[in-house]
């Protein structure tokens, strides 16, 4: 019976910390309220574990990494076009997301996982059309973010 309580303690844990991680949606649209040709939300905050899940709401999307916008060790990723994708997010840092055939359009996420350690690296990464000034509004709405928390 005592051996039955402490494995009876560590199953309830670890179920406790499966059903932490959360799944969050974001959908890859024609129009949204921010536009055409986006994902919404754009700016997904994310904890370790947790999966994104892109939903081609509108047909013709993909989403995927842009190369140099991932935390050192993280794992590229590219959905195929037309199909939902869930990606498990385990690296904390700052991901920058993009449908292929509208990236040029400003079709970009970012999801941004724990402390994001690899910020200036991600700011740095050159960008082009559309995607340039969405990728700005981005920057400049998770930098909101930290003086709001910082002000707390």
Do not use: W
């Not at 498990?88 to 990236?103: A, D, M």
């Amino acid at each position: 019976m005592r051996r039955t309580i402490p494995l009876a303690a560590a199953a309830m844990l670890a179920m406790t910390s499966l059903a932490a991680a959360a799944e969050i949606e974001v959908k890859m649209l024609n129009r949204g309220t921010e536009g055409v040709m986006v994902f919404e939300p754009a700016l997904v905050r994310a904890e370790p574990g947790d999966t994104v899940k892109f939903v081609a709401t509108d047909k013709g999307h993909n989403a995927e990494t842009i190369k140099g916008m991932l935390p050192d060790g993280a794992t590229a990723f590219a959905g195929k076009n037309g199909e939902d994708v869930s990606v498990k997010f385990e690296q904390p840092g700052v991901y920058g997301i993009k449908c292929l055939p509208h990236y040029g359009m400003g079709m970009v996420a970012m999801v941004v996982v724990g402390t994001p350690g690899n910020l200036d690296q991600a700011k740095a990464v050159p960008q082009t059309g559309k995607a340039k000034q969405v990728f700005a509004t981005l920057f400049a709405k998770l930098d909101a973010g930290k003086t709001a928390e910082a002000g707390k």
